[in-house]
């Protein structure tokens, strides 16, 4: 019996539902955590109101996708680590199968006329998607001056003084613990299924997570191409420093494999994110598409699935080490003020994250060529107003009409402006 006075469900029925939880993810991070929420508290009455809250909170102080750490948190408290394993991937898995033959056929067919056609309307759509995500996060996060103050700071870090996205994430984090450094630990911390902290415990589950995350990466040190390293880095940094959601993320994404690394174009990154809203999973799968890109850019289709595996590992595995290692420790977590300052700092930083991110991928689809211009150590991204794209324009304006008046989900927008762009460009 559990705590909840009902039968533990048997590990085998739990597995179908994670299973049917990780097909029908799709919309984002709150469709999902509404849907688990659907499956496991009102309907299974497998976690209380409490533990599910309790979760969802802790997995929110975690970098990563939250809502794949909280289906992980969720499995852990039914059936152990094997739950939490299980549960992970299954949210995880359908999502990237369909990431990869996406990605495949994107290489294959993505420069035929219509292909590229299809995908003037699916950029058009991804500027609008990414706006509302900024003005959604922006009203449930800016309620002082201060995270005004740090969302305006972070703003100008990233787009004016082009400072790197960890840099802005770190500092913000820091300003927010300083700002509640007088405040006391809360002695009547929200009760809680979790196991208790062992310290021991803790070191030893760490280790081992790490030694799954970095050994396969540090053998590719032996390889004679230092590219499946570098993927492999490269997205095992964006892991660990990946706060505030999928959108955040990108921001550094793009500033780093466009502009610095030359792994993918502009368009081609608009592209990613337009294909990974279209799958069930988290949003973050968009990364398994970018290792596959550059993959096969690098050396044809075997090289893009390597990649892609690569880039999977790097980015995933890190979530179940901070969710086997830190999950004991869910209530004192949760009681530390300086703690959620932190996070809700890091939070307010990544409104101006996704501000940058929305006028970087404007730009890129409303324009043909947009450049940076230095003004001493200052910058601006700056277009060429005489290659300016009206078709695009047009499709994005319809496409907020579509989603801010009339309230059209992702799903229902995405193929609509894809089939638009389509019959507009082969007419033209």
Same mark, same amino acid.
């Not at 394993?85 to 996406?102: C, E, H, K, N, S």
């Not at 921001?251 to 279209?278: F, I, S, Y």
């Given at each position: 019996m559990s705590e909840r006075g009902q039968l533990a469900p048997d590990f085998f029925e739990a597995l179908k539902v994670w299973w049917r939880i990780g097909l029908l993810s799709f919309g984002g991070p709150a469709a999902q955590i509404a849907l688990m929420h659907r499956e496991l508290v009102d309907q299974r009455r497998w976690l209380s109101e409490r533990e599910f809250?309790? %979760? =969802? /909170?802790?997995?929110?102080?975690?970098?990563?996708? $939250? &809502? #794949?750490?909280? &289906?992980?948190?969720? @499995?852990?408290? +039914?059936?152990?680590?094997?739950?939490?394993?299980?549960?992970?991937? =299954?949210?995880?898995?359908?999502? %990237?199968?369909?990431? +990869?033959? =996406?990605?495949?056929?994107?290489?294959?067919?993505?420069t035929l006329p219509v292909v590229s056609a299809l995908f003037v309307g699916i950029q058009a759509a991804v500027v609008v998607i990414v706006v509302q995500a900024f003005v959604r996060v922006a009203s449930r996060t800016l309620h002082d001056k201060p995270h005004w103050v740090i969302a305006g700071l972070a703003f100008a870090a990233l787009f004016v003084f082009d400072l790197p996205f960890p840099v802005v994430i770190i500092a913000a984090g820091i300003a927010g613990a300083m700002m509640h450094i007088d405040q006391a630990q809360d002695t009547n911390p929200p009760a809680s299924g979790a196991s208790q902290a062992s310290l021991a415990s803790t070191c030893l589950t760490a280790v081992f997570w790490l030694m799954i995350w970095w050994l396969p990466l540090l053998l590719l040190l032996r390889s004679n191409n230092p590219f499946w390293f570098e993927i492999g880095r490269f997205f095992s940094t964006l892991a660990t420093l990946s706060f505030g959601g &999928?959108?955040?993320? +990108?921001?550094? #994404?793009?500033?780093?494999?466009?502009?610095?690394?030359?792994?993918?174009?502009?368009? $081609?990154?608009?592209?990613?994110? @337009?294909? &990974? $809203?279209?799958?069930?999973?988290? +949003?973050?799968?968009?990364? $398994?598409?970018? @290792?596959?890109?550059? /993959?096969?850019?690098?050396?044809?289709?075997?090289? @893009?699935?390597? %990649?892609?595996?690569i880039t999977l590992w790097a980015t995933f595995v890190p979530c179940f080490l901070w969710v086997f290692a830190g999950a004991p420790w869910l209530d004192r977590i949760s009681a530390n003020p300086r703690l959620r300052g932190a996070l809700s700092a890091i939070t307010a930083a990544v409104v101006g994250v996704m501000l940058n991110l929305s006028l970087w991928f404007a730009l890129h689809v409303f324009f043909g060529e947009v450049s940076r211009s230095a003004f001493g150590p200052a910058g601006a991204w700056l277009p060429d107003v005489s290659t300016v794209r009206p078709l695009s324009v047009l499709l994005s304006l319809v496409a907020g009409v579509l989603v801010f008046q009339f309230h059209w989900s992702l799903l229902r927008l995405l193929p609509v402006a894809a089939c638009a762009g389509a019959l507009v460009g082969l007419i033209a």
């Open positions: 809250l309790d %979760a =969802l /909170g802790f997995c929110m102080l975690l970098p990563g996708p $939250e &809502a #794949m750490q909280l &289906a992980t948190v969720a @499995g852990r408290r +039914l059936h152990d680590w094997q739950g939490g394993l299980v549960a992970g991937l =299954l949210f995880l898995l359908p999502g %990237a199968a369909l990431i +990869l033959a =996406l990605a495949t056929l994107y290489t294959a067919f993505g &999928a959108y955040a993320v +990108l921001a550094w #994404m793009v500033q780093d494999v466009v502009n610095t690394r030359g792994w993918l174009t502009g368009p $081609e990154m608009m592209d990613a994110l @337009g294909l &990974a $809203e279209t799958t069930p999973g988290p +949003l973050i799968l968009v990364t $398994e598409f970018v @290792g596959f890109v550059a /993959g096969h850019r690098h050396g044809g289709f075997l090289s @893009g699935a390597a %990649a892609a595996a």
